[in-house]
């Protein structure tokens, strides 16, 4: 269970979009050659990979921006590339995705790229251009100049240090100082096993191995000693490093967030792992934004550990969308009912999310006044015709108008609390109209359901459905069930009895349907 759920979902439907994060480091491309392993060659023992296609992708701290951007966030990006081919390639890339390059060209360096080769998804070889060294100190001033330029309007900034020669001591110790002053916080992803680099951020996010190296332990393996003995020694060393907490990421074991006199573990998911590289990107870039967001870092934590499931399950590296964060955190949204009743314009939100995961919509609508079986029933039959369900209700005035002063018998906000708390049930939405032809057309959903006496030609939004591709589906009901009848039986009960459910006269109607 991830703590703030619900504040975790409204952050990331509604305010991610407008947070401004910075992230200052070692910038790269990565390339991809795809091809096809059938043989060996004659000429030498290795693998002969027959291309099929090329691709690129920011890579390292442009990574880091890659995710945020497909995260919503309003991204910059800065460090140093060189003034060739493979630079501007990086800066279009980035500029199409949304992101301010922040690059300085420092001559006589070109931009960092690696090219892997990969036959299926298996990689095969990886070539690297780069020159190492340190750079003209013109080039740093330049770099440090626009950084602190662009710092008063940042949520968060990231330091993604992969020790090409951008993260110097001089520039952490002034970006970091600067932020302080500006109380922003400052997430660093380290490479170098000196961590007083770092001193004064927010927070540092080693893996085992750069935290092993950083507290100087040896470590044969991993099981629980040496785990312990690590998170022991990185709590020490915090004091030193004058950071609020540190959070290292353990592979298969999850990440573990370190304070002075506690830890939390967020433990691993469970999934088929096709490529690590870019996870601790995406890590980084989702602790970001949650603490840009204001929330707890152990909710931050558990947020970054379900983004880190999805990007190991995909080859090369590529950033996580906001779409399959919130499909990944869906399973638990179905726990939080508050989280699937939904404005119209939240929902309209939450379809264009379930579309772009290539998930196939429903949608059903009614009264639901006094929930029952049958509704139950036509809702569990509704859900199986796609992957989402949307339940439409009538609002209380628009029951009253449609069923008389004395309905409905449950008020809108019930009604739609208790639609949400079944599993079937993926959002729930209210309508004010006589009819949701208005939310049909907006929603455009794959599949049209509704129960009972209905024909295909007298359900509303029908046509329209059926006019974009759509199907219309009639379900069969449980006989003899209503709300309606549940009232008259109620009714009857009560007159037996001196008491009851009062009922207007000619209020009721026999036939079965969703209300």
Known sequence: MIDQFHAVIQE??????????????????????????????????????????????????????????????????????????????????LSANGIDPLLIVSDGFPTITKMRIL????????????????RDMGDYDRLIETVLARLPECDAVVLSDYAKGVLTPAVCRQVIEAARRLKIPVLVDPKSADFSRYRGATTICPNLGELAAAVRLVMPGLDAGDLK????????????????????????????????????????????VFDVSGAGDTVIAVLALCLASGLRPETCVQVANVAAGVVVGKVGTVPVEKFELLAALAPEMALH?????????????????????????????????????GHI???????????????????????????????????????????????????????????????????????LVKGGDYRVETVVGASEVQAWGGQVKLVPTVEGLSTTRLIEKGAGAGSASNGGLEVEPGSVSAPFDLC
């Not at 036959?119 to 340190?134: I, K, N, Y």
């Not at 404005?343 to 196939?360: C, F, I, K, P, Q």
């Not at 008389?404 to 609390?417: N, T």
């Open 119 to 134: 036959g299926g998804r298996q990689q095969m070889l990886r070539l690297d251009e780069e020159r190492l060294g340190s």
């Open 229 to 272: 003995a690590l998170l022991d020694a990185a709590e020490d060393l915090m004091p030193e490093l004058e950071v609020e907490y540190l959070i290292a990421t353990m592979s298969e074991k999850g990440i573990a967030l370190v304070r002075p006199g506690g830890r939390f573990l967020a433990p691993a998911v469970a999934r088929q």
């Open 337 to 373: 009912t508050e989280d699937k009743v939904l404005t119209r314009r939240e929902l309209m939100g939450r379809v264009a999310l379930w579309r772009a995961n290539g998930d196939r919509v429903v949608f059903t609508n009614g009264c639901f006044d006094l929930l029952h079986v």
């Open 12 to 93: 990331i439907e509604h305010a991610w979009g407008q947070k401004r994060l910075l992230i200052v480091g070692d910038v790269m491309l990565d390339q991809y050659i795809w091809g096809e392993v059938s043989r060996i060659s004659p000429e030498a023992p290795v693998p002969v990979v027959r291309t099929t296609h090329r691709s690129e992708q920011p890579g390292g701290a442009a990574n880091v921006a890659m995710n945020l951007a497909r995260l919503g966030a309003r991204t910059m990006v800065a460090g140093f590339c060189g003034g060739d081919g493979s630079g501007r390639q990086l800066r279009s890339i």
């Open 377 to 447: 029933t036509v809702l569990e039959q509704a859900r199986q015709f796609g992957d989402r369900l949307i339940v439409a209700i009538n609002s209380d005035d628009s029951v009253k108008r449609l069923k008389g002063p004395s309905r409905p018998i449950v008020g809108e906000p019930e009604r739609a609390r208790v639609l949400a708390a079944l599993a079937a049930v993926d959002a729930v939405v209210v309508f004010d109209e006589a009819t949701p032809l208005e939310l049909i057309v907006a929603t455009r959903p794959d599949v």
